[in-house]
Each structure stands twice: as structure tokens, then as C-alpha cells.
């Protein structure tokens, strides 16, 4: 089992920047792919970033990249999101997640541990 807490949301204005954490504990940390959800009332949960376990290969979401960054530090058990420049448009409940292939994946269904969320939102 793997467990995972995310910290860092609030209130932020569009055009400025917040840092998303993941803490993990239980199995090892470096084991799992990492990734970062969102979900918006009255919408679906979709990805928005993971990162592989060596931290070498990342994927985003379209709506995010070039604005947001992952990482990971595997001796803090840590990942990370860094959200520069946010819209509006990225106000949602932000969730950090797990999964034992070391292959990045998109879809919710294919990651098996979930933190409890984070709240985000962006001010115009």
C-alpha cells in the first residue's frame, strides 16, 4: 500500500504561481509512476502530469504545458507540481496518484493508490 497527501492548494491570482506537494509514505516511493489529476465541479477527473520513477521522462496534459512542471524528490518520498501562470480555467480539486508500471498513463482507471485532493483555485 501506498499512502498519499497533498498539500499547497489555496487561492492563487491567474498569472502568478503556486508549488503542489505529494507526500508518500508505505512501499517505496521510487517504485511507482507518479501523477497528477484534476477535477472540476460538474467535470470529469483528467490528467494533468506524471513522471516516470527516475524523474526522466514527464508527460502533461496540453492545457498545462509549458505552464505547469512535475517532479520528484525519491529520498523525500516527494512529488511535486509547479503551476506557473494559472487560469482560471485550472480552479479544480488537484490529485496526486500512483501506479507500479513504470509507464505513464493518462487515464484515472490505471493508477491504484489516490491522496484525498487538494484545493486550487485562480483568481481572474
Known amino acids: 500500500q501506498v499512502q498519499l497527501v497533498e498539500s499547497g492548494g489555496g487561492l492563487v491570482q491567474a498569472g502568478g504561481f503556486l508549488r503542489l506537494s505529494c507526500a508518500a509514505s508505505?512501499?517505496?516511493?521510487?517504485?511507482?509512476?507518479m501523477g497528477w489529476f484534476r477535477q472540476a465541479p460538474g467535470k470529469e477527473r483528467e490528467f494533468v502530469a506524471a513522471?516516470?520513477?527516475?524523474?526522466?521522462?514527464?508527460s502533461y496534459a496540453d492545457s498545462v504545458k509549458g505552464r505547469f512542471t512535475i517532479s520528484r524528490d525519491n529520498a523525500k518520498n516527494t512529488v511535486y507540481l509547479q503551476m506557473n501562470s494559472p487560469k482560471p480555467e485550472d480552479t479544480a480539486v488537484y490529485y496526486c496518484?500512483?501506479?507500479?508500471?513504470?509507464?505513464?498513463?493518462?487515464?484515472?482507471?490505471?493508477?491504484?493508490?489516490w491522496g484525498q485532493g487538494t484545493q486550487v483555485t485562480v483568481s481572474s
Open positions: 496518484a500512483a501506479r507500479s508500471l513504470d509507464i505513464i498513463a493518462t487515464m484515472p482507471t490505471r493508477y491504484a493508490y
Open positions: 508505505g512501499r517505496t516511493f521510487s517504485n511507482y509512476v
Open positions: 513522471i516516470t520513477w527516475s524523474g526522466g521522462s514527464t
